[in-house]
């Protein structure tokens, strides 16, 4: 595996239930965040772990629990949704500090459906 | 804060050159970046420009970039269906501060028709 992956790359979930979205990244990276992007709306940032710490929560609704266990993996814990967290929630990593640039690179994402 | 604004829609016709504008407000801006989406899919890193820099070309992509006026523009040339898409410009404003999470427009939807 290459690059940032993501799993499952699909979801339909009732509102009563509990589901967890995966992401793994091969690039060596310190940082790892979650998106939600929503049609029609702007991409909102979710969360960002960096070295493992999370360092940013935009306001996000409890019903989301992220968990960050080591650098190359980041999960996205769900329970008892809302139908208008429907969306594509996508994963992406960056190397913090050092002399890159700091480029984020995205996983496909996964679909979520809220019914 | 920080803002970055984009257009909504771009047609244009199979061959033709496409240019993508994006502007922002804050001058501190160090890397600028545009990323391409194409549909069911993540965000696809196309090029990025450091803030030193006028342009950048990447075979049929140039970036030009406007300090003064504080304008980024993504040009494809040759346009081809298969660069139908949503491009998302990005920024990444003060590095001094110790964020280095970007700042995205809300995205162009490029649409090619023959």
């Known amino acids: 595996e290459t690059g940032v992956t993501q799993t499952p790359r699909h979801l339909v979930m009732g509102m009563t239930n509990k589901k967890s979205l995966k992401c793994e990244q091969h690039l060596g990276h310190n940082a790892m965040y979650w998106y939600k992007q929503s049609a029609k709306k702007p991409l909102e940032l979710m969360f960002v772990?960096?070295?493992?710490?999370?360092?940013e929560n935009n306001s996000v609704p409890s019903r989301f629990s992220p968990e960050c266990p080591n650098s190359s993996h980041l999960f996205l814990h769900l329970h008892t949704l809302q139908p208008e967290d429907s969306a594509l929630y996508l994963c992406a990593s960056s190397q913090e500090e050092g002399t890159g640039s700091y480029e984020q690179y995205f996983g496909p994402g996964t679909r979520l459906t809220v019914t | 804060g920080e803002d970055v604004e984009q257009s909504l829609f771009l047609s244009v016709r199979e061959g033709d050159s496409s240019v993508i504008n994006c502007t922002y407000t804050?001058?501190?801006?160090?890397?600028l970046y545009w990323y391409k989406q194409e549909p069911g899919a993540g965000l696809q890193l196309l090029t990025y420009?450091?803030?030193?820099?006028d342009m950048k070309q990447d075979q049929r992509l140039t970036v030009l970039l406007n300090k003064k006026d504080k304008h980024l523009s993504l040009r494809i040339a040759d346009t081809q269906t298969g660069d139908s898409a949503i491009y998302f410009c990005a920024e990444i404003f003060d590095l001094s501060g110790g964020s280095y999470i970007p700042t995205f427009g809300r995205g162009t939807s490029l649409i090619v028709h023959p």
């Open positions: 804050d001058s501190s801006s160090t890397y």
């Open positions: 772990y960096s070295l493992e710490e999370r360092v």
């Open positions: 420009i450091f803030s030193n820099m």
